[in-house]
């Protein structure tokens, strides 16, 4: 019983895969409350258009933003799937935007304002939670944003693996515009944020698939040249 969780374990999350995976949560932790804590009590810009002000507000999608947790464990667990050259690639392309989004964060803090959830069903209370737990009456760290890069890279990260099955793609697919979608209709964020989190990931996903750019992270990692 023992060797065949070993073998399990071993198929789905190498060692070689560990300590990336590791490294991304917490460069995530760090980034998304370290720039909290060095930019509370400076002004926070507001980017919300008439578009986002048209977005109804749909508590209902609550379900899908805080799925998006072992979504995202599933997705990048399943990123190594692609071999070592290309999870390599695929840490590379999350490390550079999870930086951008630092710098992003630091010179331009952002927030916007949540609408008051007055109802009393069960999504409403939760999404309530979500509010509280997440910033309050001051969110920050909205543009871009990483909810939906990471959903979004999520997808990319399993799309055209032989090695996952056809069904879960497509899944992967659906689940990270849902998640998408959630951001905008819960007031998490606005489009701007959204936009910059999909353009990053798209740009940086092509960067990293060409040449050997990504080297950087094969020699951090390996420790080898």
């Known amino acids: 019983m023992k060797t ?4 399990l374990l071993n198929e789905y999350i190498p060692r070689w895969t560990i300590l990336p995976l590791v490294t991304i949560l917490a460069v995530n932790c760090l980034i998304y409350w370290g ?3 060095l930019t509370a009590g400076r002004y926070h810009y507001d980017l919300t258009t008439a578009f986002d002000r048209a977005v109804p507000v749909l508590p209902a ?8 947790f ?17 999870f390599y690639r695929f840490v590379a392309t999350d490390l550079t935007i999870h930086f951008i989004c630092f710098i992003c964060f630091i010179l ?42 990471v959903s979004w890279l999520c997808w ?23 998640i998408i979608i959630s951001t905008q209709v819960l007031k998490q964020h606005y489009i701007a944020d959204a936009v910059a989190a999909l353009v990053l990931v798209e740009g940086f996903w092509r960067f990293y698939q060409k040449g050997q750019r990504h080297r950087w992270v094969y020699r951090i990692f390996s420790g080898k040249k």
């Open 70 to 86: 072992p979504f995202w464990a599933a997705g990048y667990i399943l990123a190594a799937r692609r071999g070592r050259d290309e």
């Open 61 to 68: 999608f609550v379900w899908f933003y805080i799925l998006a």
């Open 156 to 178: 990319r990260g399993v799309a055209g693996q032989e090695k996952v099955p056809r069904w879960y793609q497509k899944f992967s697919l659906v689940f990270a515009i849902l």
């Open 108 to 149: 331009m803090p952002t927030t916007n304002i949540r609408p008051e959830i007055a109802g009393n069903t069960l999504s409403e209370k939760v999404l309530a939670l979500v509010y509280a737990l997440d910033g309050g009456n001051a969110p920050s760290n909205l543009f871009p944003s990483i909810h939906c890069y």
């Open 35 to 37: 720039s909290s804590a």
């Open 4 to 7: 065949k969780l070993k073998d």
